[in-house]
């Protein structure tokens, strides 16, 4: 298994302003995804993470917008730029502990976001 | 490309009642399945997965699931409810392909489970 730590886990913004979000992992982990959520809704992949290199962005998500770093394989963040309204949402970091399909994915507690 | 079917929104249980939220999907290959519930204000816990071999899963807090390979479906069943299995509950499949799906999970809309005294 893996505990995750997300931060923050709720923000207030104001447009035009950029928020990052960190995911912290207790242990090394293989693959690192960032999720989209209206409350009450289906999760949206954002991109996978990749670490030392770029992230690999979802149909729909450009990287000037959601740029993602993750400098070591416990660790990464998800920054939303420019910010507006329609960015309000739930966002969070899921892990894959090891490399498989029969892996299940953990989840941080989300963070999130309002942007007024 | 894969997909995940709910086809329920919300399901209405009386406690002591069973339990089921339907789940139907689609993938190349074969599936590897996963059911995750979502509490308010809290991020997705794993419940159970299907990989391989007993179509039956049990899991976590008293749930189960079968996989039925004919009907691609993999409902989540719980014999008798309580109230606090109120929650948001998410079926998932990945393709068992990896380099089809690049490990990447498909999620369902979600079922909204309210267990009523």
């Known amino acids: 298994s893996a505990v995750i730590s997300q931060k923050p886990s709720r923000d207030i913004c104001q447009r035009g302003t950029s928020l990052t979000i960190q995911c912290q992992v207790d242990s090394q982990v293989t693959m690192m995804f960032w999720y989209r959520q209206q409350p009450g809704q289906s999760l949206t992949l954002i991109a996978t993470a990749n670490q030392g290199s770029e992230a690999t962005y979802e149909s729909g998500f450009v990287i000037d917008k959601f740029p993602i770093s993750r400098p070591n394989l416990t660790f990464s963040t998800l920054t939303v730029s420019n910010m507006s309204p329609e960015d309000s949402s739930i966002y969070l970091c899921?892990?894959?502990?090891?490399?498989?399909?029969?892996?299940?994915?953990?989840f941080g507690q989300g963070t999130r976001l309002t942007v007024v | 490309a894969q997909s995940v079917a709910q086809p329920e929104d919300q399901v209405n249980v009386a406690e002591g009642n069973p339990l089921t939220v339907k789940c139907t999907y689609s993938v190349s290959g074969n599936p590897y399945l996963f059911w995750y519930v979502q509490y308010p204000n809290r991020g997705l816990q794993f419940l159970l997965k299907?990989?391989?071999?007993?179509?039956l899963v049990k899991g976590s807090y008293g749930f189960e699931a079968e996989f039925n390979k004919s009907q691609t479906s993999f409902h989540l069943k719980k014999p008798s409810a309580l109230v606090s299995d109120s929650a948001l509950y998410f079926c998932a499949v990945r393709s068992a392909l990896i380099k089809a799906a690049g490990n990447k999970l498909t999620f369902g809309g979600g079922t909204r489970v309210l267990v009523k005294p």
């Open positions: 899921s892990v894959l502990p090891r490399w498989g399909g029969d892996t299940e994915a953990f």
């Open positions: 299907y990989i391989t071999g007993d179509n």
